[in-house]
């Protein structure tokens, strides 16, 4: 299918194509179309249904630029988080769609959208990390942001490793390796890593944040129910201007020293009445690995409520 949108200037077509093309290169990647424009003409090609998306974005596009509004507002347009039919965000990274597949994931992104700092409690494999990454990437992408800050502690899962051979980046990169994961499943492997040499990307243990101030960055900590109550509340003080945090964990899975107590359980009591903070609960119904996930978590938590 095809669809045209015609242009009566040069400066309507400025405003509308963005900064490089990029309102243009965004809707070929959200919308999955292909577009050209030339001579006052903006041309959609593609599946029926996701041209009739992208035609609709110009189309609203276009029509708060005629209406006196300024390149900056319209930008907004290209810059929010895209709706499906039921409401729910999504995004389109490394030729796929990403978008929540729960009412609590759903839940979740929303008030990423909306809070600077949100807090998500929940078993393994309800897409805690997976979907804050999408957002974070998304966010990059849109010049919400720019750089992303990934980290979480390096406490070992009940076991001891021992010696580590290597250097201080060796020995650290196991335990960051989930992050790693998460990124390379949606960008490109060169980009992740041009990204990290310029230093947009940032993958490090949470003891590398001490002292730091984080402005315009979409920060995640991953693994958060191994932090301290210390460690926690170190972490929440790094937020700077125009940044988002994102604390990642679960309970159920506390892999800190004996009497050490995980500072995100006293979270919850700490900051529940603090205004721009918010939390946000999973449980095994949000699950989506394998389908004996959710049956392993219920029957753990079956056993730990009789002991």
């Known amino acids: 299918m095809r669809?045209?949108?015609?242009?009566?200037?040069?400066q309507e077509a400025i405003m509308l194509y963005g900064n490089l093309d990029e309102r243009l290169r965004f809707a070929e990647s959200e919308y999955h179309v292909r577009i050209s424009a030339r001579n006052y003409q903006l041309t959609i090609e593609g599946d029926k249904r996701n041209v009739s998306k992208a035609f609709q974005f110009f189309?609203?596009?276009?029509?708060?630029?005629?209406?006196?509004?300024?390149?900056e507002q319209t930008a907004k347009?290209?810059?929010?988080?895209?709706?499906?039919?039921?409401?729910?965000?999504?995004?389109f990274h490394k030729g796929k769609l990403i978008k929540?597949?729960?009412?609590?994931?759903?839940?979740?992104?929303?008030?990423?959208?909306?809070?600077?700092?949100?807090?998500?409690?929940?078993?393994?494999?309800?897409?805690?990390?997976?979907l804050a990454m999408a957002a974070a990437i998304d966010a990059l992408k849109h010049?919400?942001?720019?750089?992303?800050?990934?980290?979480?502690?390096?406490?070992?899962?009940?076991e001891s490793l021992g010696f580590l051979p290597g250097d201080l980046a060796a020995k650290i990169n196991p335990y960051l390796r989930p992050l790693y994961d998460a990124l390379y499943d949606m960008m490109e492997f060169e980009e992740v890593a041009r990204h990290i040499q310029r230093?947009?990307?940032e993958v490090a243990p949470l003891a590398y944040m001490r002292g730091r101030t984080l402005h315009d960055a979409f920060v995640i900590l991953d693994e958060a129910q191994n932090c301290t109550y210390e460690q926690l509340k170190m972490f929440l003080t790094r937020l700077g201007v125009s940044s988002k945090m994102i604390v990642n964990g679960d309970i159920t899975q506390i892999d800190l020293p004996s009497g050490k107590r995980s500072g995100l359980l006293d979270s919850r009591k700490i900051l529940k009445s603090v205004e721009g903070?918010?939390?946000?609960?999973?449980?095994e119904t949000d699950v989506v690995r394998h389908r004996l996930v959710q049956d392993i978590i219920k029957a753990?938590?079956?056993?730990?409520?009789?002991t």
């Open 143 to 158: 010049r919400q942001v720019s750089r992303i800050v990934l980290t979480r502690p390096a406490v070992e899962a009940g």
């Open 277 to 283: 903070i918010q939390f946000v609960h999973f449980d």
């Open 59 to 71: 189309k609203e596009a276009l029509s708060q630029i005629r209406s006196g509004k300024t390149d």
């Open 199 to 201: 230093g947009v990307i």
């Open 3 to 10: 669809k045209i949108i015609k242009l009566n200037s040069d």
């Open 77 to 91: 347009v290209a810059a929010e988080p895209k709706s499906d039919t039921h409401g729910s965000l999504q995004f």
């Open 100 to 130: 929540p597949k729960s009412k609590n994931q759903e839940t979740f992104l929303k008030v990423i959208h909306r809070s600077d700092v949100v807090i998500a409690i929940g078993p393994a494999g309800t897409g805690k990390t997976y």
């Open 300 to 306: 753990y938590e079956a056993h730990e409520k009789s």
